[in-house]
Nanobody, 123 residues
């Protein structure tokens, strides 16, 4: 199991940018695909972004494609989510996830979740 700690959330206005960070506690970080999910009030948790363990392949939910960018720094055991042109509908608790895989038609997390961090976008 990999312990994950998110940071960087907050309250911003529509059109602003934020960068979320997720620090992993173990070197196993380098052996698994990582990514982000989010959960808005009253909705199910949904996939946001995926990055392969090598960092060479990324994928995004259609709702954030072109605005969000996921990256990882193996030296720091950290994965990032750069969020640009934020919209009110991006308001959610964002969760870092380790060991993401494509399974039964969706990206799913097969290991640890972070504690979640709130992102609020106001108009």
């Amino acid at each position: 199991q990999v312990d994950l700690v998110e940071s960087g959330g907050g309250l911003v206005q529509a059109g602003d940018s934020l960068r979320l960070s997720c620090a992993a506690s173990r070197s196993r970080f380098s052996n698994v695909a990582m990514g982000w999910f989010r959960q808005a009030p009253g909705k199910e948790r949904e996939f946001v972004a995926y990055i392969a363990r090598s960092g060479g392949n990324t994928n995004y939910a259609d709702s954030v494609k072109g605005r969000f960018a996921v990256s990882r720094d193996a030296a720091k055991n950290t994965v990032y989510l750069q969020m640009n042109s934020l919209k009110e509908e991006d308001t959610a608790v964002y969760y870092c996830a380790s060991n993401i895989r494509w399974y039964e038609g969706a990206y799913r997390n097969f290991d640890s979740w972070g504690q979640g961090i709130q992102v609020t976008v106001s108009s």
